[in-house]
């Protein structure tokens, strides 16, 4: 099914975006991810067209504020809702059951970031529901799925980091007993505690464990595509990557985070690695680095990098000449854009709001 919709809706796609009249860069979406916005949105679009910006990655509740929804259609700026799949902290603090579960047997949870195990079929139910719902509600144009992998808080994990340094999940009894048997193995009898079992796992069965992980997120981006198509076939799907390429840390997008963009790609028409090379510790080298490389894992997707604005995490600022840089190495070939995060940095920075102005039409 997807084959034949996937050129009806990128026609779609482009003929909506080519209809716009900002005059910049129509061939590439410059979009911004925003949570919530207090203020006249009017204002807010306006200030977004001015700036060059032509597509919106944006919350649930953002998009269901008075008037939102008819400013972006006046505007034609697609909307695509941001969707956190794995990450859902409120559920968690009400049922700890849920939780993914790292080689030492712990819940994974790191500073802010946690996760629920990925298996867990009834709330894998549950989620598509939810996305059922959203798309019913809010019919975006496009639905953005975020924090779709196994349990890492990548944002922190720094170029002299190793896979060793990496956490490793998800070793709860749903995984462990779906991995036994989709992969005909079974861990020895007299393996008992979880992180034994882990150990026997990732030192004899590695790569069976590696290709489950993959195979299940895989899989859930097939159930979610299908729901979201269900509803309506031509919402486009972009889905937010680890920004590793396919052999750093020794393979741990597969290995830690579970995406192979391979298996994903049938299912997404963009996928958007997280390129912050600030808070990574990278340049914009890196930026274009991830970006071909994603491509030539999966030639026939578009690949959309996210950059960062603002300073987070670590305490040096990220300056104006980084930020320009980053954002020129992100809309070279072979990318299919660039997605700002966030707006609320970008709004808090005059100068470097500048600079995507002025960078975006010296593109025209
Ligand atoms: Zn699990």
């Known amino acids: 099914m997807k084959q034949i919709f996937f050129p009806l809706i990128i026609t779609f796609f482009m003929g909506f975006m080519s209809c716009q009249t900002i005059g910049i860069n129509e061939d590439k979406i410059i979009g911004v991810k925003i949570y919530d916005h207090e203020g006249d949105l009017s204002i807010l679009f306006q200030d977004w067209k001015n700036t060059g910006i032509n597509t919106l990655f944006v919350s649930p509740d953002l998009a269901r504020k008075q008037g939102f929804m008819e400013l972006a259609r006046q505007h034609q700026m697609p909307v695509f809702l941001i969707v956190p799949t794995f990450f859902k902290q409120e559920l968690l603090?009400?049922?700890?059951?849920?939780?993914?579960?790292?080689?030492?047997?712990?819940?994974?949870?790191?500073?802010?970031?946690?996760?629920?195990?990925?298996?867990?079929?009834?709330?894998?139910?549950?989620?598509?529901?939810?996305?059922?719902?959203?798309?019913?509600?809010?019919?975006?144009?496009?639905?953005?799925?975020?924090?779709?992998?196994?349990?890492?808080?990548?944002?922190?994990?720094?170029?002299?980091?190793?896979?060793?340094?990496?956490?490793?999940?998800?070793?709860?009894?749903?995984?462990?007993?779906?991995?036994?048997?989709?992969?005909?193995?079974?861990?020895?009898?007299?393996?008992?505690?979880?992180?034994?079992?882990?150990?026997?796992?990732?030192?004899?069965?590695?790569?069976?464990?590696?290709?489950?992980?993959?195979?299940?997120?895989?899989?859930?981006?097939?159930?979610?595509?299908?729901?979201?198509?269900?509803?309506?076939?031509?919402?486009?799907?972009?889905?937010?990557?680890?920004?590793?390429?396919?052999?750093?840390?020794?393979?741990?997008?597969?290995?830690?985070?579970?995406?192979?963009?391979?298996?994903?790609?049938?299912?997404?028409?963009?996928?958007?690695?997280?390129?912050?090379?600030?808070?990574?510790?990278?340049?914009?080298?890196?930026?274009?680095?991830i970006t071909k490389d994603m491509k030539n894992q999966v030639p026939d997707k578009m690949i959309l990098p996210s950059i960062q604005v603002g300073k987070a995490y670590l305490e040096n600022e990220l300056s104006n000449i980084e930020f320009r840089e980053n954002l020129e190495a992100a809309l070279m070939p072979p990318s299919s854009g660039v997605v700002f995060w966030s707006w609320d940095a970008l709004a808090l920075e005059p100068e470097k709001k500048r600079i995507v102005k002025e960078t975006l039409e010296s593109r025209k």
Request: net charge negative; glycine share 4%; hydrophobic share 35%.
């Open 93 to 289: 603090d009400k049922d700890s059951s849920l939780y993914a579960i790292t080689s030492e047997g712990k819940p994974a949870v790191e500073e802010w970031v946690q996760f629920v195990c990925p298996s867990r079929g009834s709330y894998q139910l549950e989620h598509l529901e939810y996305l059922r719902s959203l798309v019913q509600e809010i019919q975006p144009d496009g639905m953005s799925i975020d924090f779709i992998r196994y349990f890492v808080f990548w944002e922190k994990v720094y170029p002299n980091h190793t896979i060793l340094d990496l956490p490793r999940t998800c070793f709860d009894d749903t995984c462990l007993i779906q991995f036994q048997q989709i992969k005909n193995i079974e861990i020895p009898d007299g393996i008992v505690s979880v992180s034994d079992k882990a150990t026997y796992i990732l030192k004899n069965h590695g790569d069976e464990w590696a290709d489950f992980k993959c195979t299940t997120i895989g899989n859930y981006v097939k159930e979610i595509e299908k729901v979201i198509h269900s509803i309506n076939p031509t919402t486009i799907i972009n889905f937010h990557a680890v920004p590793w390429a396919s052999n750093d840390f020794d393979g741990a997008t597969r290995k830690v985070a579970g995406q192979d963009l391979r298996l994903i790609a049938p299912y997404v028409d963009y996928i958007s690695p997280m390129c912050y090379a600030h808070m990574v510790k990278q340049d914009a080298g890196w930026v274009k680095r």
